[in-house]
């Protein structure tokens, strides 16, 4: 095969992404504009409280608002008829804006009863916006074994995305031996083309599920442009390990910050799924798109696992991981097998990315975000083989939502990088697999 | 457009005190990971305890004599925490520690509210004062032509180079002794020093301390140039900057962090103010490029910079080929 | 064909485990297992002080991870061993050259970013500049670096590199990378080499240069062990030939016993067989 013509594929590529995202994004902040945190001006909360049990969602009016900064209150608000609150602050600090439940229409109640006081920290110059999330009055609240158990079914939905979007960073360790820190960005990757595929308003508007394939195939293309135009040319060159991590690290830098200008700082959500009414098994109550997304993450991680059992292909990747020269004598081509678990690997990071970003939002770094409890994952579970990425990712995706049962979840990140150090700690060696061997 | 400015901008950041503390860091870092091959990526975050142990100090009314202090010994204990469960660790897994521990201590610094030691997401502001009542330099401009500076910014200058300066011969006569030879010998291969009876693990941890320390400096410098320490300016992002700066010096050389930080910051400086002018005279369309973008325009820059060094010219501007890590192995 | 000078092994009866005269290195019951499989298994081993041992075996035969599981790069399940009156199990593998038992690797690792010779003046041991402490003040280790840099010019002579002084090692052939090695080792002032595969990647016309200044250095008395998988090369050397077969022992004696004994010749020509079929490092 040519060199020369791959590389201008990757250009082409990048240049082709790169031209759709800034034509798609133009209209949508031509018509976003009115929204965009204002710099150099005072503290605001705001946010629209609507019905969205009901199709279309029905803006609810004269809903009433306090902000209050520790016992004072500070401002109010009332709701105009789109739904829309605004209070000024006095300065940046820590506020508690409550809403006023009694002046919510009958029949209409929080989500969850226990979230009718907000707590918002504000920087100086910055807006927040607050989401009271409006649903059906629930009378019952919870016991503590229920919000356990409702908070490890939420971790296993975290725990299989992670774990779907860290088997190729797992693999492809595997394979070539490369730490690679740009992987968080073929996460976003495939979020952001879900994103201007399907919601983005200059874009073509597709359903996410169709912009969720061309996710996932895309997320495979973009594995094949890094290994065949960059990796695979280091790897001829035979850079070290480290001069790799640093690349790679430039790399996940440079495209994070392409992200940046594309999509701008603000987190969006998709248009379809956003505000589901949950749907209740047993005692356990998530929305809807939550079971899809376990459904769909386990069905594809098993899928995996056969795969790299049963077919010639993953025997080979797994010869490969385990003595690339062995492999390369006995006949396999290994550069193929390289380059099919990139194509793979970076595929289901890609639709991973699109998960997370249905569950979640999506924003620019969302990938980089999750890079560090993916490294956390799939060095928990053993880095290098597949079962060890998803079975890491189950335990940091549970570990970590269960944990905010007693901790705040903006510690959350913490606790996962917290078993990620102790993982490493206690056994590296048993969890990389194997002992390397001196001389 | 106006060039001249844009470009007397640049040489103005290029010697300030932002280049001068990156120097620092990148000094702090060459020893580390230039010279002793320890690929830490939580370097940040002895920026970070630097400049938190001198604010925290000093918020809590203690003088800022006791706040370097405090933060050095900040420096000293991150380094031990860092580096004793660690430094038997491969590099790459050494990597992601050192990057996942920096963000756990961010995390932590972040997490309480207001009321709390560190202030959480608010920071903490004005702690230097006692820095700048020292200044003997009477107000007015000092500088030449466009490129000049405040009688604050020539005394916050004036301080970081003559610590830049400091730092570096410090470090220069440490690597040309024999303690540097065994640290060079284990950037190459620790088993064959390990095999000549070098006690490995120790001098990684003294260079680890010794570079976290200095690291620690540039921090202090940088929270009491701007007055302010807040969480979130220790992303991980600027641990990879200052790797940028050390590659682009050259890594394992003497004057690389130096020359890496004025020719960085210059660049970063110039790239910035001359998009900025482009956009306001219409060059680029605001669809492709808006002045909010620029930040962002600066880090894919790093980004991009800090890969093609990487494979084009590893050794940067002043080291050695001969002696950089990305040869075959 | 024996060595030149009188094998100071005489009379010592050529069959696994047998006890020498005066053995400066003694390991017992030494194990270490992969995974399932036993890699290394010496119920008893000693090496005569003052004498070329050849440690032959095939590919696999646990030669190399016994090498590091004596010298602390790999751990023991279980065993204990003694060089010349020191306990070295559960030493770590940098104290062990401390007590005067060096080794050399398979992949030759001459320090190839740094001059030859750095690679030299590295190597010596109690170094005062080494010390964090001193290192700052050049005059308090001014005059033991002289001494040091007299020393590694010395032996550099001696192995032919001298006039190498200040390349980067990098740019050494495979064979006087070995050299250099060797050379290296001998800065530490050891008393017993252990060196794996001296011959491996060396052009042929070294091959003979190599040899020569082990037999010169145990002339000196200095106690060598080598691995080699040629038992050709071995013979001509050795005065004591030990023969490893998948972890364990099989055979030792004098090499004119070892060439003849079945057990090693089936061995080696069954080895052999699949060696050829395959590609790859020894051990």
Known sequence: MRPRTRAWGAFALLALTGALAVASAMPASAQEDDEETPVDEPEFVRGRIQDKTKEPSKPLEGVELTAKKGDREVGEAVTDEEGSWEIMLPGPGTYTVTLDTDTLPKGVGLRDEDKASLEVEIEEGRAKGLIFAIGERTTTSRSPAERLLNLGVQGIRVGVVLALASVGLSLIFGVTGLVNFAHGEVVTFGALIAFFLSASAGGPEMPLVAAAVLALLAGGLFGYVLESGLFRRLRRRRSGNVALIVVSIGLGLFLRHVFLIIFGERPRPFTEFTVQKNFDVGPISLPPKDFVIIGLSLALLVAVGLLLQGTRLGTAMRAVSDDRDLAEASGIDVERVILVTWIAGAALAGLGGVFQGITDKITYDMGFTLLLSMFAAVILGGIGTAYGAMAGGLVIGVTTQVSTYWVESKYKLGVALAVLILAVLIRPQGLLGRAERVG | MDIVEVLADAIRVAIGPLAAAYALAAVGLNLQFGYTGLLNFGHVAFLMVGAYGTAITVDQGGPLWLGLLVGVAAAVALGLLFGLPTLRLRADYLAIVTIAAAEVLRILIRGPGEDSLTRGVFGIQRFGNDFFDLNPFPNGEYGIGRVSFTERGLWVLTVAWALVAVFTVLVVLLTRSPWGRVLRAIREDEDAARSLGKNVFVLKLQSLVIGGVIGAFSGMLLAIDRQSVNPDSYLPVVTFAIYTVLILGGPASRLGPIVGAVLYWFVIQFTEGFAREAIRAGWIPESVLDETDIGALRFALVGLGLMLLMIFRPQGILGKREEVLIDAQ | ?283
Not at chain 3, 203 to 230: K, W, Y
Request: glycine fraction near 10%.
């Open chain 3, 1 to 283: 064909m024996p060595s030149e000078t009188a094998a100071p092994v005489t009379g010592v009866a050529p069959e696994p485990g047998v006890a020498k005269p005066d053995p400066i290195l003694s390991v017992s019951g030494l194990r270490k297992s992969f995974g399932g499989l036993v890699a290394v298994h010496v119920d008893h081993l000693e090496c005569q002080r003052g004498t070329i041992t050849g440690l032959i075996g095939p590919n696999g035969a646990g030669k190399t991870t016994m090498f590091n599981l004596l010298t602390g790069f790999d751990r023991a399940d279980a065993g204990t061993w003694s060089f010349d009156g020191s306990q070295l199990e559960g030493m770590l593998a940098y104290q062990i050259p401390r007590t005067g038992l060096v080794r050399t690797f398979q992949l030759t690792k001459a320090l190839a970013k740094m001059t030859v010779l750095d690679n030299m003046t590295l190597a010596a041991t109690t170094q005062r500049g080494e010390r964090l402490r001193e290192c700052l003040v050049r005059p308090l280790w001014r005059q033991q670096e002289r001494e040091i840099e007299a020393r590694a010019d010395a032996l550099l002579e001696r192995f032919n590199l001298a006039h190498m002084r200040t390349e980067y090692a990098g740019t050494l052939s495979g064979g006087q990378r070995k050299l250099l090695e060797m050379a290296r080792a001998l800065m530490v002032e050891p008393r017993m080499l252990l060196l794996d595969e001296p011959t491996a990647g060396v052009n042929p016309a070294l091959l003979q240069s190599i040899f020569d200044h082990v037999r010169e250095l145990r002339d000196d008395g200095m106690t060598v062990m080598f691995v080699e998988h040629a038992m050709d090369v071995v013979m001509g050397i050795s005065d004591w030939v030990v023969c490893m077969v998948e972890g364990q022992v099989i055979a030792e004696g004098p090499p004119a016993s070892i060439a003849t004994n079945d057990a090693v010749i089936d061995a080696y020509l069954g080895a052999k067989r699949t060696e050829e079929a395959q590609t790859g490092g020894g051990g």
